[in-house]
């Protein structure tokens, strides 16, 4: 691993952008200035705002906005990896039916299919200390 960086946030979707820049910032000089790299580097960009926005939206929908959302981003040689912790009720993505093409729902329903879209790996399981960690993952 090269780098291992966490930022702490509260969930509110005004820090959005400021989530993203820290994630542009510490991903600028690893990735590398390939069309794919930087490709993969834009769709992660998008699988953090859509992860993030989700633990904002869903995950703390009943929780003040003072709630903690905890992100690491971990650069390592071929891959990064982002962790979101939210702190809401446990979720099962597995129940949900991916959209049909062309496909339109009232309320969303897409944010799970865009993230595995946009990873090579996506993992939201229930943790020890009872907080819930999105893993996106990729290989660049």
């Excluded at 879209?117 to 290989?139: F, H, K, P, T």
Aim: with cysteine; hydrophobic share 35%; aromatic share 8%.
């Amino acid at each position: 691993m090269l780098k291992l960086e966490r930022l702490k946030v509260k969930s509110d979707l005004t820090v959005q952008a400021q989530v993203q820049k820290w994630f542009e910032k510490l991903c600028r000089n690893h990735i590398s200035t390939r069309d794919s790299s930087q490709r993969q580097f834009h769709r992660l960009n998008l699988a953090l705002a859509e992860g993030f926005s989700n633990a904002v939206r869903h995950a703390h929908q009943e929780l003040p906005s003072e709630t903690i959302i905890e992100i690491e981003l971990a650069l390592c040689d071929e891959r990064i990896e982002i962790r979101i912790w939210d702190q809401g009720k446990p979720f099962n993505p597995d129940i949900l039916e991916e959209p049909l093409p062309g496909e339109l729902r009232e309320g969303g329903g897409y944010g799970w299919y865009l993230l595995r879209r946009a990873a090579d790996r996506v993992v939201y399981e229930r943790c020890q200390d009872g907080r819930n960690c999105l893993l996106i993952s990729s290989n660049i």
